[in-house]
Every structure is written in C-alpha cells, then in structure tokens.
C-alpha cells in the first residue's frame, strides 16, 4: 500500500517537471493544529467475548484530543492563478481507550505525510503567493497507531502501522507586502480514503481539521 500511494502521486510531479524548475519557488514552514473529526474523534466498538479472557469485554470508546504538526512546503507558480505545492507534513495526536471496569489504554497515533497540491489564486497573486488562495490535493500518509498498558510516555507496547491514501481541501491567506517574507494562515480538511475498511480490521479513518500559521518566502 506504500508503494502505491506514492505511485499514485508520481505523475503530478513529473509531469510538471520542467514546468516547475522554470519557476521562481516560493517556501514555506508553519506550525499546524490537529482537531481530529468523525471516527478519528471517537469510535465506541461494541461488547464481545473474549476466550483468552474467558470474560465478556464491555463496550470500548477510543478517543483523540487536538494534536500538533508542522509542515515545510515548495509552492511553484505555474502562471498568474494556479501554483503546484509539495507538502512534507508530520503530526502526533494523544487519545484514551476506555471501558467501564477496565484500566485505561493510552494511545498515540503519529503521521507523516508526502503530498502534492494544487493552489488557485483568484486574484491573480500566485507568482507572489500573496491574498487569498484555496487549495485541493492528495497525499501518501505513512501513520503509527500506538497504544501503552501503563507510563504513556514510555511504555507503547502495542504498534500499528499503516499506509495510505488522503485528500486534503482548504482555504489559505498569505498576508504581507509583494517581497519578503510574509505571514501565512491555512485551513484544510484531510480524509482517509484507502485502507479505511471497518471489515478488514483497518483502523478508522484519519480525518481531521488543520489550522496552520506559518511563513512563506
């Protein structure tokens, strides 16, 4: 599944290959806010029982709190409007399994993420990567489920990892004068959508909100 997620990506970039290296590229770094959303928030999977345990396990509820992130990205103006982007992203979220008469499972779920957007500037600013520009793409998603039966901090004793496709949507304003460097703010969602399947045992869905602030030169 690695495999394909970043073949899936390739041609975005090699098809603009020599477009981008004729462009001025403009790049940027920010630090990022993980609000999880829909089952990555909370997923409660029900009562069964279990024969090691000889004992009916209750019904568990699994939840993520805000994580943070950072991203540094390459955004290569194709003309007026519309730039390519390279996103190189990571994130680290903390949450808790629980269950009535049960000890309380630590998790951990951490990312990175290889991605490729396209950016459209209404107002004709991309080759300044000034004002107002939405922001659509797709991304391989490289992610770590990990969860710690004691010290949350020490004692991860139980990992998942997992490989797989994501798209990612937003709206973003860079703020600044046509030169140097200016302040950028960035809203986009982000869905799981491989390798989500409840059936073959895969986790759910890494979907969240991501609010960044960051430079761009």
Same mark, same amino acid.
């Not at 390459?74 to 409007?81: G, H, I, K, L, T």
């Not at 290889?114 to 793409?137: E, S």
């Not at 950028?184 to 799981?192: C, I, R, V």
């Given at each position: 599944?690695?495999?394909? %997620? %970043? ?13 981008? #290296?004729?462009?001025?590229?403009? #790049? ?15 997923? @409660? +999977?029900?009562?069964? +029982?279990?024969? @090691? ?6 019904? /568990?509820?699994?939840?993520? $709190? ?8 390459? @955004?290569?103006? #194709? $003309? ?9 992203? !990571? ?23 290889? !991605?490729?957007?396209? /950016? ?20 391989? $998603? ?8 004691? $010290? ?6 139980? &990992? ?15 703020? !600044?004068?046509?030169?140097? #460097? ?11 959508? &491989? ?9 759910? %869905? &890494? ?11």
């Amino acid at each position: 599944m690695r495999r394909a %997620s %970043s073949l899936f990506l390739l041609p975005l970039v090699l098809a603009s290959g020599s477009a981008l #290296m004729a462009q001025s590229p403009h #790049m940027g770094f920010s630090l990022n806010l993980i609000s999880p959303t829909g089952a990555f928030a909370s997923t @409660s +999977y029900p009562a069964y +029982y279990s024969l @090691s345990a000889a004992r009916t396990i209750p019904t /568990q509820k699994e939840t993520y $709190d805000v994580g943070l992130g950072g991203s540094f990205t390459v @955004s290569f103006p #194709m $003309d007026r409007n519309l730039a390519i982007r390279l996103n190189l992203s !990571g994130s680290a979220e903390n949450g808790t399994n629980r269950a009535a008469g049960e000890t309380s499972i630590n998790l951990r779920h951490s990312q990175f993420n290889l !991605g490729g957007d396209l /950016q459209i500037f209404p107002q004709g600013t991309a080759f300044r990567h000034r004002g107002l520009y939405f922001v659509a793409g797709l991304s391989a $998603d490289f992610e770590q489920f990990d969860r710690s039966f004691g $010290d949350p901090l020490y004692d991860y004793t139980d &990992t998942t990892r997992k490989s797989r496709l994501g798209a990612n949507a937003g709206i973003g304003h860079s703020f !600044g004068y046509d030169s140097g #460097m200016r302040f950028t703010l960035e809203a986009t969602f982000h869905k799981t959508i &491989t390798g989500n399947s409840a059936s073959a045992g895969d986790p759910p %869905s &890494t979907d969240f909100l991501k609010v960044g602030f960051g430079w761009v030169f």
